[in-house]
């Protein structure tokens, strides 16, 4: 056990090396399930904001920061929209211990080669801090926007797989040969980064599992109840032990959305900037999103992700919509991802 730390200092957390050690070792060892910051890239976010949030996660404490990668902003397409993975490349130069990724960028986007050397070339930058997140891809307008291919959803689906493949191998092996539906690779050297987080996001449906489990570090869930994040973890388990997998090696996050304040008033003021920025009602933000994710005071929300750690997660990352709203961001760092850690 831990000895408590002098007052005013914060305790100190256990450091696993997660992108070298052994994944059943890195689960014996993992304190508590972890937070991390999730933004939604296409809303308006600046460079500047972009750096502000970096700073002010290494600041506090938040361990990650993982944005979307979107061409098109659903609410306001005046909005503007930095490249998902020219800004992860900023910000690794810009940093030094706060991991980054994307939740997801969709196969429909870019070449599986390309994006595996973005992703490689910003872990080489950030010297080994990158996720790379993966998924098919849903948002028929920024595809309608911008030319490119959506086609139907089994398509995509069966696109993400491959190309889930091809950054697996591209990043283990030394030549990559590929024969596939939608991709061929000839004699492809190899980019050197085994330990590269690769992620996949979904629903834990039979089309984005079955890809996982047989390639991917982290299977990433969103928007659940409870009750959902329990069953989807039960399929992923399934899935795993059928396919000769032990699935304490494939670690399970959760995109959750949050609205934290030190206290209720601040909850409430929370919600109304959410609701002003989204066009929503604050009554409804805190209903709708107190049934899939944590909402309230800082010790509300450490009560929820416990149970989230209890099901078998190892990780949440909190969608803050508000990007403007670095208090928040402190909050989570000062206050959640500790009492988190303390109570391990």
């Known amino acids: 056990m831990l000895a408590a730390a002098p007052a005013g200092v914060r305790a100190a957390v256990p450091v696993v090396d997660r992108r070298r050690a052994p994944l059943s070792l890195f689960h014996r060892l993992r304190p508590s399930v972890r937070v991390a910051l999730m933004i939604e890239g296409q809303e308006g976010v600046t460079w500047d904001d972009w750096v502000a949030l970096a700073e002010t996660c290494e600041a506090n404490g938040v361990e990650a ?3 979307s990668d979107h061409y098109v902003s659903g609410i306001d397409e005046s909005r503007p929209v930095l490249d998902a993975w020219a800004t992860i490349s900023g910000l690794a130069a ?3 211990r706060l991991e980054l990724g994307t939740l997801v960028s969709p196969a429909t986007f870019r ?13 080489e930058i ?3 801090r990158v996720t790379l997140g993966l998924g098919a891809g849903w948002m028929e307008r920024e595809h309608d926007a911008y030319g490119l291919e959506f086609s139907t959803a089994g398509e995509r689906v069966a696109r993400f797989a491959e190309q889930l493949e091809i950054a697996h191998r591209l990043f283990r092996e030394d030549r990559v040969d590929h024969e596939g539906r939608f991709y061929r690779l000839h ?9 590269l987080n690769l992620l996949v996001g979904g629903s834990a449906l039979p ?3 079955a890809p996982a489990v047989r390639f991917a570090d982290e299977y990433n869930t969103l928007f659940a109840t409870i009750d959902e994040v329990r ?3 039960g399929r992923l388990d399934a899935a795993c032990e059928q396919a000769g997998r032990d699935p304490a090696t494939l670690r399970y996050s959760l995109m959750a959305p949050c609205v934290i304040g030190v206290d209720d008033a601040a909850v409430r003021a929370s919600a109304a900037r959410i609701g002003e920025r989204f066009g929503r009602d604050p009554a409804n933000v805190l209903e709708r999103y107190g049934e899939r994710g944590p909402v309230g005071t800082p010790e509300q929300v450490v009560e929820h992700l416990r149970k989230i750690e209890a099901i078998g997660y190892d990780r949440v990352m909190l969608q803050h919509l508000v990007h403007s709203d670095l208090e928040t961001v402190e909050l989570i760092g000062r206050e959640i991802a500790p009492a988190l850690a303390r109570g391990a």
């Open 65 to 67: 920061l993982f944005r």
């Open 94 to 96: 810009r940093t030094s």
């Open 111 to 123: 070449n599986p080669a390309v994006l595996a050397r973005s992703a490689a070339t910003a872990d």
């Open 126 to 128: 950030s010297e080994g």
């Open 187 to 195: 004699d492809a050297p190899g980019l050197h980064r085994p330990n």
């Open 207 to 209: 089309g984005t599992v």
């Open 231 to 233: 069953e989807r973890k």
